[in-house]
């Protein structure tokens, strides 16, 4: 959290203000956010009745596996269909997707399951597709500037497709959103 203080607050307003020329209506602002779910549980604390002996839960004690899951949504509250990145080398979709039938969810892999720029690239491609966005028609995208997020190819490929990024120190979207600064 250290990259939310005043000087980098003062930054992302400033750029916020510059980027007022577009005059982007709430369906073309959108935020987008990754978080790490985790495929074990946390065991839950158990209540009982004092001098019970037979009280308990079982729970998998194996190591976990974290899966990123990137939401993307507009100011108006529309929420783009999720994006999972799954610790796998391949990618096997009717096996990772299985329940997920019907909707336009995008499954993406990477050893560690993290976010790393190739998947970046293929996450802009989904907003893209999702919103419709062109040159003649941009969209507004604030993240953080995580480098997965920074890469040229990315770059690159929001300026062809209508994408206006305003990133903020990493881990703090999140912080921002609570600000009132629109």
């Known amino acids: 959290m250290t990259g939310l203080n005043p000087t ?3 930054i992302f307003q400033d750029k916020l203000a510059e980027l007022g020329r577009y005059s982007f209506e709430p369906l073309q602002i959108f935020n987008f956010d990754e978080t790490g779910v985790t495929t074990v549980q946390r065991v839950p604390k158990i209540v009982g009745r004092k001098g019970e002996h037979q009280i308990g839960q079982a729970t ?3 190591r976990s596996e974290l899966i990123t899951q990137v939401g993307i949504i507009s100011a108006a509250g ?3 269909p999720p994006v999972w990145i799954f610790p796998r ?9 299985k329940e997920v039938s019907g909707t336009e969810t995008l499954g993406l892999v990477h050893p560690s ?3 790393k720029a190739n998947n970046f690239l293929a996450v802009l491609k989904h907003l893209v597709k999702n919103t419709n966005c062109s040159v003649t028609n941009k969209i507004f995208l ?3 500037s995580h480098d997965s997020h920074l890469s040229l190819p990315g770059i690159e490929y929001c300026r062809s497709s209508g ?3 305003l990133t903020s120190s990493p881990h703090t979207p999140n912080k921002l959103q609570q600000i009132n600064f629109l």
């Open 60 to 62: 998998s004690r194996e």
């Open 8 to 10: 980098n607050l003062k």
């Open 78 to 80: 529309v929420a783009l």
């Open 142 to 144: 604030i993240m953080d």
């Open 89 to 97: 080398q391949r990618y096997d979709e009717k096996r990772m997707m």
């Open 163 to 165: 994408i206006v990024i």
């Open 113 to 115: 399951g993290w976010m």
